[in-house]
Nanobody
């Protein structure tokens, strides 16, 4: 089992940038595909980005493609989400997730979740 702790959320103006981090416990971090999901107020949780175990493949939702970059450092047991050109519609709670299964932009259900970090983008 893995425990995930997100950090780096906050308030930013439209057009700004934030970098989210997710620290994972345990020594088996490299065996998990990792991802970021988000949930805006009144909406269902949605996929944002994912990365394979060895960083060889990345996946993005169309809404964030070209603006967000997911990366991981297996030596530090950490996955990142660099968010640039932020828009008010990016406002959401962002969740880190881990899975034994290969990641995908659709129909991917990670087994482990963090508690979430709030990102608010003002217009």
């Amino acid at each position: 089992q893995v425990q995930l702790v997100e950090s780096g959320g906050g308030l930013v103006e439209a057009g700004g940038s934030l970098r989210l981090s997710c620290a994972a416990s345990g020594r088996t971090f490299s065996t998990y595909a990792m991802g970021w999901f988000r949930q805006a107020p009144g909406k269902e949780r949605e996929f944002a980005a994912a990365i394979s175990r060895n960083s060889g493949n990345t996946y993005y939702a169309d809404s964030v493609k070209g603006r967000f970059t997911i990366s991981r450092d297996n030596a530090k047991n950490t996955v990142y989400l660099q968010m640039n050109s932020l828009k008010p519609e990016d406002t959401a709670v962002y969740y880190c997730a881990a899975s034994y299964s290969r990641p995908a932009s659709t129909n991917w259900g990670p087994e482990y979740w963090g508690q979430g970090t709030q990102v608010t983008v003002s217009s």
